[in-house]
């Protein structure tokens, strides 16, 4: 999934179960809930600037 640019926060929850194998966020998104991919089981990776993406997964917990 391709979030879209000038998006600027993604809630918890957001891709809750949603079965997405990618996540592909714009440079816009500064701000991620913890929840966001929760029970997102398919989901294997995770695009974007490599400095949010490192704190992206410190949030989540996960080593994608």
């Known amino acids: ?5 000038g998006t600027v926060s993604i809630g918890g929850g ?10 592909v ?9 913890a929840t966001v991919v929760e029970g ?3 989901l294997s990776s995770i695009y974007g600037d ?3 993406i ?8 996960e080593s994608l």
């Open 1 to 5: 999934f391709t979030v879209p640019v």
């Open 40 to 42: 997102c089981e398919k």
């Open 54 to 61: 490192e704190k992206v997964k410190e949030i989540l917990g």
């Open 25 to 33: 966020l714009p440079d816009s998104v500064t701000e991620i809930g």
């Open 14 to 23: 957001a891709f809750y179960k949603s079965g997405i194998t990618s996540l």
């Open 50 to 52: 490599i400095m949010f």
